[in-house]
């Protein structure tokens, strides 16, 4: 599996993993994933509270 980083300063950055890290890192990406859905998912857009439209 490969990573592939972007920095603030555009320098750009491939890493290989294999093996256990490989499964660490998918499992933390998808933990990740849920915690994110998890916070947003009963949160509304700003945007519907605005008067305006």
Do not use: A, C, P, Q
């Not at 592939?4 to 890290?21: A, E, P, R, W």
Request: hydrophobic fraction near 30%.
């Amino acid at each position: 599996m490969e990573i592939k980083y972007k920095f603030v300063t555009v320098k750009k950055t491939h890493i290989s993993v294999y093996g256990n890290f490989e499964k660490i890192i998918l499992e933390l990406d998808r933990n990740l994933y849920n915690n994110n859905r998890r916070e947003t998912r009963r949160g509304i857009s700003l945007s519907e509270l605005d008067e305006d439209k």
